[in-house]
């Protein structure tokens, strides 16, 4: 069993910004080798990708969030961060972290809410 606790999330005007964090225990050694990624889904839609960093630190962000949103890592402290800058209103969602172990676990997700 692999345990994920996602941290950071809040209330926030538009045009702030967050961080995320996203710490991994129990089973798993070391994150050192497994894709992370952070997801999202808000009310009455379905969970989307919002970004995502591989075992060698390459990263895929949603077009939605490309130049706003960094995803980084610190296999060390088996953390993975999401820097949020410029929020907007339809960032609002609650946001989940994943690890693509076989099989991928999740964490219990932490909400983001940007007032406008």
């Known amino acids: 069993q692999v345990q994920l606790v996602e941290s950071g999330g809040g209330l926030v005007q538009a045009g702030g910004s967050l961080r995320l964090s996203c710490v991994a225990s129990?089973?798993?050694?070391?994150?050192?080798?497994?894709?992370m990624g952070w997801y999202r889904q808000a009310p009455g839609k379905q969970r989307e990708l919002v970004a995502t960093?591989?075992?060698?630190?390459?990263?895929n962000y949603a077009d939605s969030v490309k130049g706003r949103f960094t995803i980084s890592r610190d296999n060390a402290k088996k953390t993975v961060y999401l820097q949020m800058n410029s929020l907007k209103p339809e960032d609002t969602a609650v946001y989940y972290c994943?690890?693509?172990?076989?099989?991928?676990?999740w964490g219990q997700g932490t909400q983001v809410t940007v007032s406008s």
């Open positions: 994943s690890i693509a172990t076989i099989p991928p676990y």
């Open positions: 960093i591989s075992s060698g630190s390459s990263t």
């Open positions: 129990g089973n798993i050694f070391s994150i050192s080798i497994n894709t």
